[in-house]
């Protein structure tokens, strides 16, 4: 019986910034006298991935954005506004918590949350009294990463992630602006409301009539539904009078790099392309029509808040108000950290780190680079070689050291012990990958070093893709010829096991992996991926083997997804009771994880079996039941439910579940086992035939010879 777990698949993320030391000395109060309905409503607009010079006000010539180019008519336009982050995580906890990353430690999407101790802008809003919720449109914004404190409703319900796919499950602008404006007919006033749209995020796939009108520019598809679908929300907040006196926010998290310095997204580098963000804020009694070309940050944004809805501002912020700005008066240029540590967290490349010192910029990595950005926005001009790069190293140095917060630590999942370093030492486990972390880099391991052959494994995924037989093979010489070029690419390893799987070469698959791990032996994304292969093709004892390799790595135990995985082995294995720790552990990450609620419903019901345990069998159900109420299209709960419906006598009930389970996921080949063997107990052998028959079309070769005995026999029966 197969046990569905879900797949881990990498997600590239992330980049830092700013440094502030801004005074300390509160902006007033609230009046206690002023009404609830006099109180400024507040509104953020994230927008995933949008450059700024994607929006016709900041100068695009390829999109027009008139609703958002209204805003920012009607409000101030920042010109010069920087991500401290080029990752999504990290980047929303900038704003929200109006700290740098090395204050609330947060660094990239996959080995960090956001620490509880350090307050969040919902917080003081919900404690001033106001209303608040969020609507989030994609994974790396799910509630497990701590965003989710101060607000009321945080809705994250984005739809489930698959981890064998290569992007983020995602809801549309359109979804997730219809829910937002159902919550806000019944938001109590005042009230504040996060927005984060998630559509310019790669892949790029606009609806019509944007796909047709921007199909050579995808991307550019996807600013302009956006900014389609905010006219529509701006539209409604005037028609329900609760435009005039909002605070509207809006800008995001990070760029997109559109192939610019050799990077197709984003995550990797710290160029402007990701860097260089739109910021418009549009506040009730200041004149818009205004332009601001000071260099400000994304922490910025939170101080600004406080002092225009006239709240008490922490006094930990290290942003500064932009409101002298919304009055008129210039603002001087500000110095701006950042860093791009996906790369190191997650891949065990060299970090960026770097700052912003206008008109300089300096990025410190093992090829360190310098630009001056008056001249040369768009970095084509290094200036940095040849040159002693000493002072701006110090600059550096003392802008991360005063940007230290006393949560950072807290921020990492769980750090490892000297124990566990030893094992490592001992074991050969000597920083090829993501884990243990290197301290010192040579220019081979610089970000910049590793992208061609990025590009070449991405341009690679493409030619998969479109399924064309030679171009299959390209595919595969490209990601073969990167391994033996550069060996520590670790995506080569994990696309080329990819491909061979689709292929249904499966032990080439799993040998590309191994091979992988015995070079890159803590990258946990070569791990994962060789675990889910090693589950696809029943190898259970092997990752049982593997067990001890989770104390490795730092993303493992705050990972639902890799315990599911163990749980799953352990259930394939008749191990129920090893099982079920491991599957409670990846539901206490993950409550509402349908596949570990179904892999635990297995557990219990085969337990429940042995056992002739009616009580077991009982909460078999009903977690196969909670994991459809989580996700109704989820087709191994059904399949699950089934078979506990059959083990209570419940055949009719069982048949229904298997045909709802072989509706939603054709592919599921062990229903159509469950299904020939109830149709031949009910004696219509016609029935079983059909459904064993196509069971042993799609898995025989993968059978033991036991099985295909067992298996050939039934269909001798049904004849």
């Not at 006196?245 to 559109?258: A, F, K, N, V």
């Not at 008056?374 to 991360?400: P, Q, V």
């Not at 230290?404 to 486990?429: D, F």
Request: net charge negative; charged share 25%; with cysteine.
């Amino acid at each position: 019986m197969k046990f569905f777990p879900r797949q881990n698949s990498s997600r590239r993320f992330f980049l830092m910034v700013v440094l502030l030391v801004l005074p300390l000395s509160g902006v007033g109060c609230a009046q206690p006298s002023m009404k609830a309905e006099d109180k400024t409503n507040c509104l953020i607009i994230t927008i995933d991935t949008l450059r700024a010079d994607r929006l016709s006000s900041f100068g695009s010539r390829t999109v027009e954005t008139p609703n958002i180019d209204r805003l920012a008519v009607e409000g101030l336009k920042f010109t010069r506004c920087f991500a401290h982050t080029v990752t999504t995580l990290p980047s929303h906890a900038n704003i929200l918590l109006g700290v740098l990353p090395p204050y609330h430690g947060v660094h990239d999407n996959a080995n960090f949350t956001v620490p509880d101790s350090i307050p969040s802008l919902a917080e003081v809003l919900k404690d001033a009294g106001y209303d608040t919720a969020a609507f989030i449109g994609a994974y790396p914004l799910d509630r497990r990463f701590g965003l989710g404190r101060g607000f009321a409703l945080y809705d994250d319900d984005y739809g489930v992630q698959d981890f064998s796919q290569l992007f983020f499950v995602e809801r549309p602008a359109g979804q997730v602006i219809n829910r937002a404006s159902e919550w806000l007919k019944k938001a109590s006033m005042p009230w504040f409301l996060w927005v984060h749209l998630f559509d310019p995020h790669a892949p790029y796939n606009p609806p019509e009539p944007f796909l047709s009108q921007y199909k050579d520019n995808p991307y550019d598809g996807e600013v302009a539904y956006v900014d389609q679908i905010l006219g529509d929300f701006f539209s409604l907040l005037r028609q329900t009078g609760r435009y005039d006196d909002t605070l509207i926010i809006l800008t995001s998290d990070h760029g997109e790099s559109l192939g610019e310095h050799g990077e197709r997204t984003h995550g990797y580098l710290a160029y402007n392309s990701t860097l260089h963000v739109p910021l418009i804020i549009r506040a009730p009694g200041y004149k818009g029509e205004k332009s601001e070309a000071s260099v400000v940050s994304h922490i910025d944004i939170f101080p600004t808040v406080c002092d225009v809805l006239k709240l008490k501002k922490p006094a930990n912020l290290q942003g500064r108000s932009l409101l002298p700005a919304l009055k008129g008066k210039k603002l001087s240029n500000e110095k701006v950290l950042f860093e791009s540590l996906y790369p190191y967290y997650s891949r065990g490349w060299a970090p960026i780190t770097g700052y912003i010192d206008f008109p300089m910029k300096f990025i410190d990595s093992p090829l360190p680079e310098l630009y001056n950005l008056e001249t040369d926005f768009k970095e084509t001009k290094n200036l940095a070689s040849g040159r002693d790069l000493e002072n701006e190293r110090k600059l550096l140095a003392g802008m991360m050291e005063a940007a230290v917060g006393p949560a950072a630590a807290a921020a990492r999942v769980e750090s490892q012990s000297q124990a566990t370093l030893e094992k490592l030492r001992n074991l050969g486990y000597i920083g090829a990958g993501a884990w243990p972390l290197k301290e010192n880099f040579k220019p081979s391991d610089d970000v910049k070093s590793f992208m061609p052959f990025e590009s070449r494994a991405e341009e690679a995924m493409d030619l998969f893709k479109s399924g064309d037989r030679v171009r299959i093979q390209e595919a595969i010489s490209i990601l073969e010829a990167n391994i033996q070029q550069k060996d520590d690419h670790d995506l080569s390893y994990s696309y080329l096991a990819s491909l061979y799987f689709e292929l249904g070469r499966y032990r080439e698959a799993l040998a590309v992996l191994r091979q992988g791990l015995e070079k890159l032996p803590g990258n946990y994304t070569i791990f994962l991926s060789y675990i889910s292969t090693l589950l696809q093709l029943g190898e259970y004892e092997e990752v049982v083997r593997s067990v001890d390799r989770l104390d490795y790595f730092l993303q493992a135990q705050n990972d639902p997804e890799i315990w599911n995985s163990f749980g799953a082995a352990y259930v394939g294995l008749g191990r129920y009771d090893e099982a079920r720790p491991r599957l409670e552990k990846a539901l206490a990450l993950d409550p509402d994880f349908p596949s570990a609620l179904s892999n635990l419903g297995f557990a219990l019901l085969m337990k429940a079996r042995s056992e002739q345990n009616q009580i077991l069998l009982k909460e078999s159900m009903e977690k196969f039941k909670q994991a459809i109420s989580q996700n109704q299209a989820f087709a191994p709960a059904y399949n699950g439910l089934g078979a506990a419906y059959k083990t209570a006598g419940e055949v009719e009930a069982a048949i229904e579940c298997w045909l709802q389970a072989l509706s939603l996921d054709p592919e599921l080949d062990q229903v159509l086992y469950n299904l020939g063997y109830a149709y031949l107990e009910k004696g219509d052998k016609e029935k079983a035939l059909k459904f064993l028959l196509k069971y042993k079309e799609r898995v025989y070769n993968l059978l033991s010879p036991l099985e295909k005995l067992e298996l050939d026999e039934l269909i001798r029966k049904s004849r």
